[in-house]
Protein backbone atom coordinates (compact mmCIF):
# COMPACT_ATOMS: atom_id res chain seq x y z
CA UNK A 1 0.00 0.00 0.00
CA UNK A 2 1.43 3.34 -0.98
CA UNK A 3 1.29 6.23 1.38
CA UNK A 4 2.28 9.91 1.35
CA UNK A 5 2.99 12.15 4.10
CA UNK A 6 3.49 15.84 3.68
CA UNK A 7 5.12 18.15 6.15
CA UNK A 8 6.86 21.98 5.81
CA UNK A 9 3.43 23.85 5.43
CA UNK A 10 2.64 26.71 7.63
CA UNK A 11 2.22 30.61 7.54
CA UNK A 12 4.40 33.22 5.62
CA UNK A 13 4.26 37.10 4.43
CA UNK A 14 4.28 37.51 0.75
CA UNK A 15 7.94 37.41 -0.16
CA UNK A 16 8.97 34.51 1.77
CA UNK A 17 9.86 31.16 1.48
CA UNK A 18 8.87 27.49 2.42
CA UNK A 19 9.88 23.86 2.01
CA UNK A 20 7.68 21.07 1.79
CA UNK A 21 8.45 17.43 2.26
CA UNK A 22 6.73 13.93 0.94
CA UNK A 23 7.84 10.76 2.04
CA UNK A 24 6.70 7.77 0.39
CA UNK A 25 6.62 4.44 1.20
CA UNK A 26 4.88 1.06 0.11
CA UNK A 27 7.23 0.42 -3.16
CA UNK A 28 10.35 -1.51 -2.79
CA UNK A 29 11.28 -0.37 -6.06
CA UNK A 30 10.50 3.26 -5.67
CA UNK A 31 8.26 5.52 -7.95
CA UNK A 32 8.93 6.87 -10.86
CA UNK A 33 7.07 10.22 -11.31
CA UNK A 34 6.24 12.47 -7.73
CA UNK A 35 5.11 15.86 -7.87
CA UNK A 36 2.56 18.35 -6.15
CA UNK A 37 -0.51 20.10 -6.34
CA UNK A 38 -2.20 22.28 -5.05
CA UNK A 39 -6.20 23.02 -4.03
CA UNK A 40 -8.11 26.57 -3.20
CA UNK A 41 -11.57 25.97 -1.76
CA UNK A 42 -14.29 25.47 -4.49
CA UNK A 43 -11.81 25.07 -7.29
CA UNK A 44 -10.05 22.08 -9.00
CA UNK A 45 -6.98 20.86 -8.25
CA UNK A 46 -4.13 22.41 -9.59
CA UNK A 47 -0.77 20.38 -10.99
CA UNK A 48 2.12 22.90 -9.68
CA UNK A 49 5.54 20.11 -10.34
CA UNK A 50 6.45 17.08 -10.69
CA UNK A 51 9.59 14.88 -11.06
CA UNK A 52 10.92 11.95 -13.16
CA UNK A 53 12.68 9.44 -11.70
CA UNK A 54 16.08 10.95 -12.85
CA UNK A 55 15.30 14.01 -11.70
CA UNK A 56 14.25 16.02 -14.54
CA UNK A 57 11.45 18.92 -12.92
CA UNK A 58 8.61 20.41 -14.98
CA UNK A 59 6.65 23.05 -13.37
CA UNK A 60 3.40 25.12 -14.00
CA UNK A 61 3.85 28.71 -15.84
CA UNK A 62 2.12 30.01 -12.50
CA UNK A 63 5.19 28.73 -10.50
CA UNK A 64 8.13 28.69 -12.98
CA UNK A 65 11.34 30.42 -11.29
CA UNK A 66 9.51 30.92 -8.07
CA UNK A 67 9.51 27.36 -7.24
CA UNK A 68 11.61 24.26 -7.41
CA UNK A 69 11.02 20.73 -6.78
CA UNK A 70 13.62 18.12 -6.06
CA UNK A 71 13.93 14.48 -4.62
CA UNK A 72 15.94 12.17 -2.63
CA UNK A 73 15.46 8.96 -4.41
CA UNK A 74 16.94 6.61 -1.54
CA UNK A 75 14.67 8.11 1.19
CA UNK A 76 11.52 8.10 -1.59
CA UNK A 77 11.12 11.84 -0.65
CA UNK A 78 10.39 14.57 -3.01
CA UNK A 79 10.71 18.30 -1.60
CA UNK A 80 9.33 21.76 -3.55
CA UNK A 81 11.08 24.63 -2.21
CA UNK A 82 8.95 27.72 -2.64
CA UNK A 83 10.14 31.03 -2.95
CA UNK A 84 9.25 34.80 -3.53
CA UNK A 85 5.69 33.64 -2.69
CA UNK A 86 2.36 35.45 -3.45
CA UNK A 87 -0.57 35.19 -1.93
CA UNK A 88 -2.34 33.47 -4.36
CA UNK A 89 -0.13 30.49 -3.80
CA UNK A 90 -2.34 30.49 -0.79
CA UNK A 91 -3.78 26.41 -0.76
CA UNK A 92 -3.63 23.18 0.43
CA UNK A 93 -0.31 21.24 -1.17
CA UNK A 94 -0.70 17.45 -1.67
CA UNK A 95 2.36 15.10 -3.00
CA UNK A 96 1.16 12.73 -6.05
CA UNK A 97 2.84 9.54 -7.32
CA UNK A 98 1.29 7.42 -9.85
CA UNK A 99 2.22 3.56 -8.69
CA UNK A 100 0.93 0.60 -11.29
CA UNK A 101 -1.42 2.31 -12.77
CA UNK A 102 -3.15 4.19 -9.67
CA UNK A 103 -2.50 7.65 -8.55
CA UNK A 104 -1.66 8.17 -5.06
CA UNK A 105 -2.47 11.25 -2.67
CA UNK A 106 -1.28 12.63 0.40
CA UNK A 107 -3.59 14.25 2.90
CA UNK A 108 -2.36 17.80 1.90
CA UNK A 109 -0.58 21.04 3.99
CA UNK A 110 -2.21 24.03 4.25
CA UNK A 111 0.16 26.60 2.80
CA UNK A 112 -1.04 30.72 3.81
CA UNK A 113 0.66 33.59 2.88
CA UNK A 114 -0.31 36.40 3.64
CA UNK A 115 0.16 40.05 1.97
Known amino acids: QVHLVESGGGLVQAGGSLRLSCAASGSDSGFSQMGWYRQVPGKPREWVASISRGGYPTYADSVKDRFTISRDNAKNTVYLQMSSLKPEDTAVYYC?????????WGEGTLVTVSS
Open 96 to 104: WTPYNFIEY
